[in-house]
């Protein structure tokens, strides 16, 4: 889909669909009213009737014949008028899906009611939900129904202030900067679902070494690496490999670089958890929790798909993107319960629960992190404890830290960016959970507290570097969609990640 700004008159637009965001009585909208009037009344006579209230997720169409030169109008719904980032999304997810059903080719939309301060968020985040609204997985279905034809063209109109006409943000110029950018972050995070969606067969550790070439290959400012086992045992990474020693596909380090054009002002390294599938290896898990489990590398999607975006918008700063992938599965030479890991910082670590592999896999990424990228700033992005769904329901990532400025400057670029996240604590007293009569650690605790002994045990890999762990096992996948959500992989945090490496 073609995405471009206009700040050409709404009513003169000939786009099959004219789109107008409405927050609450659509009576009380000076612009609907104007168009309601051209329209004789009857855009208003059909919100009446079908008692339209502006309610997010609600449409009202109208068809204006010869009074308009545009095919049809649907008033979209959008809530109370104190908006958030996430609402304004899912009103350009809306205007989509009501293109979309209407088969329009051509969607002209309008802007919700902005002012100077709110101006760019909103013209980003609705062009970034049109992007998310348009996600479809549909390749392995044969017979594509008709709802399927997408719309090739959007128009965003922004002409709709509240207010004064701003001085700095809401001009024209900074309007098409910001839907770009919106347009630009819906791609990476489509890209990102993809990943996740992808059956694990085919979106194993080998490609998505190939998936972060490709994006390499786009840029000239990304440069990767990828790590075979032997590479990595020569690193010392024992404890990655032992976690994907019962696949017969070969685990890979991926490893990409963002170098900006001028001296970078500081390095900003984001880790994510590339378990391609994670059966849970000897401590199996049941049918029921493992159909789900090719997911389990949404945190890796999230950051190489990322790349992607930062590399196209561009950042002042150094970026490194390091994702350990192998596949947790059991077979004759697989991990065993009560094994003695090496890591690569030198720790060992009994397994005491060969499910709890996603930590063994990061603990050795962050120590290859700190050792080769010496980054400001650490983050680490991972499906890693059912216990942080049970905390904090499916919607919301947990996020840990051992950094308060950073924890702070994190949760601001989450906010922004529209995503749920919320602080958790890194107490000290579970710790002794992890203490091992025969090791130096354990790699599980007790039920209780799972999400923060998890935070812990990779906490002991991360030295003196400030770090933001993301456990994002919840919103990483979502079982039914909802405005700008589709179900199944949601490509969670590229949105965040973007945010916090951009600006
Ligand atoms: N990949 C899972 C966590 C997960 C669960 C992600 C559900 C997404 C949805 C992780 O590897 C795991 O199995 N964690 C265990 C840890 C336990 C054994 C200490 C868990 O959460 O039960
Ligand atoms: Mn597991
Ligand atoms: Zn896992």
Redesign the pocket.
Known sequence: MEITYTSSAPLKSNADLLAIPVYGDPAEDAFVRAVDEALGGRLLAQAATESFKGKPGQSCIAYPGDALPCGAVALIGGGNKKTTNAASRNIGAYAYKVGRRLKAKTLALVLPPFTARTADSVAQMVAEGAVLGSYKFNKYISEKTATEQPVAMLTIHGDRVVGKRPKKGGAPRTLKASIARGATIGAATCHARDMVNEPAEFLNPSEVGNIAKEIAKKHPSVSVKVLGEKECEKLGMTMFLAVGRGSDRESRLIHMTYKPARKAKKVITFVGKG?TF?S?GY?L?PSS?MV??K??MGGCAAVVSAMDAIATIGSPYEIHVITACCE?LVSGNALLLGDVLNAMDGTTVEVT?T????RLTLGDALTYAQEKTSPDELFDFA?????S?VALGAHTAGVFSNNEKLARTWLKAADSAGEDMWRMPLNKKLKSQLKSPIADMRN??ERYG?AIT?GLFLEHFVKDTAWVHVDL??P?SVNRESGSTMRGGTGFAVASIVEHATR
């Open positions: 378990v994670d849970g401590s898990k929790a789900d489990m997911i389990d947790n629960n499910d709890a592999e996603g499906t890693l404890t059912g216990a769904m599980n605790g799972g998890a096992a919840g990483a």
